[in-house]
């Protein structure tokens, strides 16, 4: 197992994740909470200077993807709950790999949709045709009668492929992973 540490943060598709999630500020106040106790927004919101309801509405966006978890208190002098907040570093990871796969599904559905498969365009007006549809019309098209001449998306569909291929392989490499 790699151990997961806060430098897991410091990843490039973690920080993007993060902002995804929190919004342009969200990294930065999530950087400050830390995953082995829990902390008052009130000391987040100093540490970040940054408004303690809005510091708690970016915390429960990351609440509701299980990257953090709160504890609250009723503060009897000012009559109200404060919330305190930690960090679960492992759940960063699976939101990770649950952000990855979703990225895979929109790259599978990319290599399955028309576009890719429409292998046959006019020259004329632009319009694709698939192999069948160039066929009936014998390569030309049936508006304005200018030759079909195929699409090569070879390129375009290896490149989705080792793509798919990169991000299955961080997903390997990130289930080998915990705090
Ligand atoms: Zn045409």
């Known amino acids: 197992m790699v151990k997961i540490t806060r430098n897991f943060l410091k990843r490039v598709d973690v920080q993007e994740l993060l902002e995804l999630v929190g919004g342009p500020n969200g990294e930065k106040i999530l950087m400050k909470v830390p995953s082995t106790k829990f902390v008052s927004e009130f000391s987040l919101a100093d540490l970040v200077n940054i408004h303690i309801n809005k510091v708690r509405s970016i915390l429960y966006k990351f609440y509701e993807h299980k990257i953090v978890e709160f504890t609250k208190h009723k503060d009897l002098d000012r009559g109200l709950y404060i919330y305190s907040w930690r960090l679960l570093l492992d759940n960063v990871k699976s939101t990770l790999i649950k952000n990855k796969k979703a990225e895979i599904k929109i790259l599978q559905d990319k290599l399955l949709s028309e576009g890719l498969q429409n292998h046959f365009k006019c020259h004329g007006c632009g319009t694709f045709y698939t192999y069948d549809q160039s066929l009936n ?43």
């Open 137 to 179: 019309n014998n390569f030309s098209c049936p508006y304005d009668d200018s030759p079909l001449k195929m699409v090569d998306r070879q390129r375009e569909v290896r490149k989705i492929r080792r793509q798919v291929s990169s991000l299955e392989k961080q997903i390997m490499i990130l289930r080998k992973m915990a705090s």
